[in-house]
C-alpha cells in the first residue's frame, strides 16, 4: 500500500508517493498559484496528487490516504483549514474537497510543522519514541510535539508554537506583537541579524571575506564557517546563538520531558558542530538533574522530504 | 467508597479520608520528623492513615486507595519517590512500604503541584475539561499538566516544571542554576522582592504604612491592598508581576493550548483583582487569534485542600 503526502508552500505544492517504509518513491512540484484563491489551490493539489500517483505508475485504488501538510491551522478533525497568513484559507473545507475532486476519500490535514514531527516519529530519527519534539530553525522556529505516537494539537489545534515562546521581554519585536521570542533569538533569521551585528563591530572579522564583503550574502552558514576557520567575531555569533537555542530547549524539557528533541531546518546541517555544545549547556541547567532519563538532542532525519514524508505520515 | 488523601509536606503530613465527590469527611494533621529519615517518614505517613481512617469512623476495607502528594520527583507507576530536596528520599520504594504498613495495597504517589493539577480537574475548576494546566503561585510557581483527563509526567516523571521557564536571561539568578526562571518573576516571593524594591524607590508609598514601617513584614498581599488604594508604587508592583504572570501564561497557552489554566497559590486569593487584568494582556498576546476557542484562565477551586484532594483523586 502506498501514501500519498502533499507539502503545501505558498509558492510550491510537492507532492509525493511513499511506501510502507517512508521512502519515497516519486516526487514532483507543481506551482500553488496561490493568488487565484482558496478553491485553485485545492485544485492544484489535487492534480498534483493525481500526477504523483500517475508518475509512480500507480493508480488511485493503490494509496490508501492522502495527507496534507499546510501552514496555518488546520481542524485536523474536521479537514477544516482554520486559518493561514500565507494561504488564502480561512475555515476552507479542504479535505472535502481534495476528496471530491480526486475520488480518494481519506484525506488528512495538519500543521506542517506538526505533519513534520510526525514524519520524524514515525519514519524519521524519533521512531520507537513515544514522544518527541521537533524543533525546526527556518526563518523562524516551527514545533512539533508528539504524545504517545499522536501529534498533539491542543484542545484548539494552535498548539506547538514553539517559536512564540518568549524567553528574553527585551528581545527584538515579533510579528506576533511580543517581544524576544524564541524565533527572533535562535532561527536561521536571528543568526543572519547577529552575524551583521557582530560585523558591524569587527571589521577584521573573516565574516567579511566569506560573504565577499556584502551584507545581504550573509547567511546561517557564514558565522559557522567563520567559527571553524578561529574567526572570534564568527565563534561569539556561534556562542550566543547556542546559549538562546538551548535556553528554549532547557524550557521545553523542563515543560514537556520528551524522549528525544529533534532538530531541523537548514541550521540544523551544521551537525555536531552545533549540537555538542547546545547538549553540554543543556545537560548543566535542565532542572532534572537526578535518575538517568535524559532527553537526547539530535539532528532530525528527513531534511527537505520531512514535509511529504510527514504529510504521508499523518494517517499512521 | 472512600478515598485516602495525602499532602506530604517537609514540616506537617495531612491525611484526609475524601468521599467520591472529592469532599473531605475528616482531616487531620501530623508533625513529618523529616530528620528521622525516608522509613521513619514512611511509618508517618501509615500512622497518619490509619489515624485519620479511624477518626472518620471507618476501617480499612472502606478505603479504596492512599494517594501521596510529595514534593519532588515521584515514579508513579513504580511507587518510588526518585528524589526530593525537602525530604530524604532518593530512590526510596514509599508506595510499597506505606503498603505494607496499613494493609492497604493500593498506594499512588505523586509529585505535590501534579496531584493538586489532578485534584483541580477532578473534583476542582478544571473538571469537564480534558487539558488543562494549574499554575500554583507560592514560594516558587508549581505546575501540573493534565492531557486526556490524566497527569502528564513525561517519560521520566520530571515535566510540568513550568517554574523553571527562562523567561528573562537577564533576571535574577535562580536556585536550579538559571537566571530569569518564571518562578523568580511571577511567584509570591517575586511580588514580595518587587515589593520592597519599588518601596525602596518611593518613601511615599502606602505599602510602607500597611506593614508597619517593617520591609520584613512587607507579603503578597501589601502591593495589591495598596494599589486598591490607589496607591501608585503599589500599581506599579501589581503591573509588574501581571506583566511576568501572563508571560509565562501566554507561553504555555502558545505551547499546549490547554482548555483552561486554573491559577492556584495564596496569591490567588487577589481573585479577578489579579486575573482581569491578565485575561487583557493574554487574549491581546497570545498567538492563536482566529476561532473561537481560547484557553479559560480563573481561579483554582480547592485552595488549601488541593494536596488532599489531589493525592485522594490520584487513582481516578
Given at each position: 500500500?502506498?501514501?500519498?503526502?502533499?507539502?503545501?508552500?505558498?509558492?510550491?505544492?510537492?507532492?509525493?508517493?511513499?511506501?510502507?517504509?517512508?521512502?519515497?518513491?516519486?516526487?514532483?512540484?507543481?506551482?500553488?498559484?496561490?493568488?487565484?484563491?482558496?478553491?485553485?489551490?485545492?485544485?492544484?493539489?489535487?492534480?498534483?496528487?493525481?500526477?504523483?500517483?500517475?508518475?509512480?505508475?500507480?493508480?488511485?485504488?493503490?494509496?490508501?490516504?492522502?495527507?496534507?501538510?499546510?501552514?496555518?491551522?488546520?481542524?485536523?478533525?474536521?479537514?477544516?483549514?482554520?486559518?493561514?497568513?500565507s494561504l488564502p484559507f480561512l475555515n476552507y473545507p479542504?479535505?472535502?474537497?481534495?476528496?471530491?475532486?480526486?475520488?480518494?476519500?481519506?484525506?488528512?490535514?495538519e500543521n506542517d510543522a506538526n505533519a513534520a514531527a510526525?514524519?520524524?516519529?514515525?519514519?524519521?530519527?524519533?521512531?520507537?519514541?513515544?514522544?518527541?519534539?521537533?524543533?525546526?530553525?527556518?526563518?523562524?522556529?516551527?514545533?512539533?510535539?508528539?504524545?504517545?505516537?499522536?501529534?498533539?494539537?491542543?484542545?484548539?489545534?494552535?498548539?506547538?508554537?514553539?517559536?512564540?515562546?518568549?524567553?528574553?521581554?527585551?528581545?527584538?519585536?515579533?510579528?506576533?506583537?511580543?517581544?524576544?521570542?524564541?524565533?527572533?533569538?535562535?532561527?536561521?533569521?536571528?543568526?543572519?541579524?547577529?552575524?551583521?551585528?557582530?560585523?558591524?563591530?569587527?571589521?577584521?572579522?573573516?565574516?567579511?571575506?566569506?560573504?565577499?564583503?556584502?551584507?545581504?550574502?550573509?547567511?546561517?552558514?557564514?558565522?559557522?564557517?567563520?567559527?571553524?576557520?578561529?574567526?572570534?567575531?564568527?565563534?561569539?555569533?556561534?556562542?550566543?546563538?547556542?546559549?538562546?537555542?538551548?535556553?528554549?530547549?532547557?524550557?521545553l524539557i523542563n515543560l514537556l520531558q520528551p524522549e528525544?528533541?529533534?532538530?531541523?531546518?537548514?541550521?540544523?546541517?551544521?551537525?555536531?558542530?552545533?549540537?555538542?555544545?547546545?547538549?553540554?549547556?543543556?545537560?548543566?541547567?535542565?532542572?532534572?538533574?537526578?535518575?538517568?532519563?535524559?532527553?537526547?538532542?539530535?539532528?532530525?532525519?528527513?531534511?527537505?522530504?520531512?514535509?511529504?514524508?510527514?504529510?504521508?505520515?499523518?494517517?499512521?
Amino acid at each position: 500500500m502506498y501514501y500519498l503526502g502533499i507539502d503545501l508552500g505558498g509558492t510550491f505544492i510537492k507532492a509525493g508517493v511513499v511506501d510502507e517504509k517512508g521512502g519515497i518513491i516519486y516526487k514532483e512540484s507543481f506551482e500553488t498559484e496561490a493568488e487565484k484563491g482558496a478553491d485553485h489551490i485545492a485544485e492544484r493539489i489535487a492534480f498534483a496528487c493525481l500526477a504523483a500517483i500517475r508518475g509512480a505508475g500507480l493508480s488511485a485504488k493503490d494509496i490508501e490516504y492522502i495527507g496534507v501538510a499546510s501552514p496555518g491551522t488546520a481542524d485536523s478533525e474536521k479537514g477544516i483549514m482554520i486559518y493561514c497568513s500565507s494561504l488564502p484559507f480561512l475555515n476552507y473545507p479542504l479535505s472535502k474537497k481534495i476528496a471530491s475532486l480526486t475520488g480518494i476519500n481519506d484525506v488528512y490535514i495538519e500543521n506542517d510543522a506538526n505533519a513534520a514531527a510526525k514524519g520524524e516519529s514515525s519514519h524519521g530519527r524519533a521512531k520507537g519514541y513515544a514522544t518527541s519534539i521537533m524543533v525546526t530553525l527556518g526563518t523562524g522556529i516551527g514545533g512539533g510535539i508528539i504524545i504517545g505516537g499522536k501529534i498533539y494539537e491542543g484542545f484548539n489545534f494552535a498548539a506547538a508554537e514553539i517559536g512564540h515562546m518568549v524567553i528574553d521581554p527585551q528581545g527584538p519585536p515579533c510579528q506576533c506583537g511580543r517581544k524576544g521570542c524564541w524565533e527572533k533569538l535562535a532561527s536561521a533569521t536571528s543568526l543572519i541579524r547577529m552575524s551583521r551585528e557582530e560585523m558591524a563591530k569587527k571589521p577584521e572579522s573573516l565574516m567579511w571575506g566569506l560573504c565577499g564583503n556584502d551584507l545581504s550574502k550573509v547567511d546561517a552558514k557564514t558565522p559557522f564557517d567563520a567559527s571553524r576557520l578561529g574567526d572570534e567575531a564568527g565563534a561569539a555569533v556561534v556562542e550566543k546563538f547556542v546559549f538562546y537555542l538551548s535556553l528554549g530547549l532547557i524550557n521545553l524539557i523542563n515543560l514537556l520531558q520528551p524522549e528525544i528533541i529533534t532538530i531541523g531546518g537548514g541550521v540544523s546541517g551544521e551537525g555536531e558542530y552545533l549540537l555538542e555544545p547546545v547538549r553540554k549547556i543543556v545537560e548543566k541547567e535542565q532542572y532534572s538533574r537526578y535518575g538517568d532519563k535524559k532527553t537526547l538532542i539530535v539532528k532530525a532525519a528527513l531534511g527537505n522530504d520531512a514535509g511529504i514524508i510527514g504529510a504521508a505520515s499523518l494517517g499512521l
